[in-house]
């Protein structure tokens, strides 16, 4: 194997990985918002039903389970996105 071949698999490979860790981080950014918006309008159960109410209360806490890792991964990308723009 010549260091020409092995070169251009690592380039690939690399330019491959940070596609898709981009799609990655714009997929779980797009799920977090989708989730900080539910959270938002299932908090808003006044003059509802009691077993709505319930429900909703239910909904609440399941979506905060979920925002936890999003929004620690969100703040994973911001700080990687400020480190690369302050390296350059």
């Given at each position: 194997?010549?260091?020409?071949?092995?070169?251009?698999?690592?380039?690939?490979?690399?330019t491959?990985?940070?596609?898709?860790?981009?799609?990655?981080?714009?997929?779980?950014?797009?799920?977090?918002?989708?989730?900080?918006?539910?959270?938002?309008l299932?908090?808003?159960?006044?003059?509802?039903?009691?077993?709505?109410?319930?429900?909703?209360?239910?909904?609440?806490?399941?979506?905060?389970?979920?925002?936890?890792?999003?929004?620690?991964?969100?703040?994973?990308?911001v700080?990687?996105?400020?480190?690369?723009?302050?390296?350059?």
């Open positions: 194997m010549s260091v020409f071949t092995v070169t251009n698999t690592t380039v690939v490979v690399a491959g990985s940070i596609g898709i860790a981009i799609g990655l981080g714009a997929i779980g950014t797009g799920i977090l918002i989708s989730a900080l918006i539910a959270k938002e299932s908090t808003s159960y006044e003059g509802q039903k009691p077993t709505l109410k319930e429900r909703l209360k239910s909904l609440t806490g399941s979506l905060n389970i979920a925002i936890t890792p999003l929004l620690m991964i969100f703040m994973l990308i700080a990687v996105k400020v480190m690369e723009v302050l390296s350059t």
